[in-house]
């Protein structure tokens, strides 16, 4: 099946520094990306979506100012946790779609993020 | 929008038993995808099963979308099957995949 990468898959911060996640789709292009968060124990809950060359698509109550989303290319997102605080501490999986609602679906192995 | 509900909530088999587990959504979907998700987070696809059966090795799982509800069986239960099975679906003129709550599935040995 197809790849998603994620990096890094760890990452431990101060709080009121800034983190970057990438998501790559390593052999399929990737027209649409997800960002997901997932506290323990719970299900995963979408942040936003974005299109390749367009702005994100944020869900009701994710601060855009927050988790920047850039889509860049076919191939690589990235998201940008600005000033992170302690509540911010979570894992975030990217996710990525090489066509529309009838494809698959792909997972990154996620990235646990732990601001002290 | 769409409901997904999960059941059960948790699991907990013998080696070697065999489960089911449910997924009720509330509308009309494109797509259905299920997905284990291991010990280290990684969300493994399972299955692409908008209708239809499919089977994989000890897994097959069932989709009766006129009935709006999927089933993922496991045979033969192992302790590495254990973790966080999720149901997703992306409903029908939707733009996003919306996911259930999952079952937690733990194998004794």
């Known amino acids: 099946g197809a790849v998603v990468s994620q990096h890094p898959s760890r990452v431990i911060c101060k709080s009121g520094t800034s983190v970057k996640i990438e998501c790559r789709s390593l052999?399929?292009?990737?027209?649409?990306m997800f960002w997901y968060r997932q506290f323990p124990k719970q299900s995963l809950m979408l942040m936003a979506t974005?299109?390749?060359?367009?702005?994100?698509?944020?869900e009701q109550g994710v601060e855009k100012d927050k988790f920047l989303i850039n889509h860049a290319s076919l191939t690589l997102s990235t998201l940008t946790v600005t000033s992170a605080h302690p509540e911010d501490s979570s894992f975030y999986i990217c996710?990525?779609?090489?066509?529309?609602?009838?494809?698959?679906?792909?997972f990154g192995p996620g990235t646990r993020l732990t601001v002290l | 929008g769409i409901q997904v509900e999960q059941s059960p909530p948790d699991l907990i088999l013998q080696e070697g038993a065999n489960s089911t587990l449910r997924c009720n959504f509330s509308d009309s979907v494109n797509n259905l995808q299920w997905f284990h998700q291991n010990p280290w987070g990684q969300l493994i696809n399972l299955f692409y099963i908008p209708s239809g059966t499919k089977q994989n090795g000890r897994l097959s799982a069932t989709t009766v979308a006129t009935e709006r509800y999927s089933l993922l069986y496991i045979s033969s239960s192992q302790t590495t099957d254990s973790g966080v099975y999720f149901c997703a679906v992306w409903e029908t003129g939707g733009f996003k995949t919306i996911f259930g709550a999952g079952t937690r599935l733990f194998v004794k040995a």
């Open positions: 996710s990525a779609k090489s066509g529309g609602a009838t494809d698959t679906q792909y």
């Open positions: 974005s299109n390749e060359g367009s702005k994100a698509t944020y």
């Open positions: 052999d399929f292009q990737a027209t649409t």
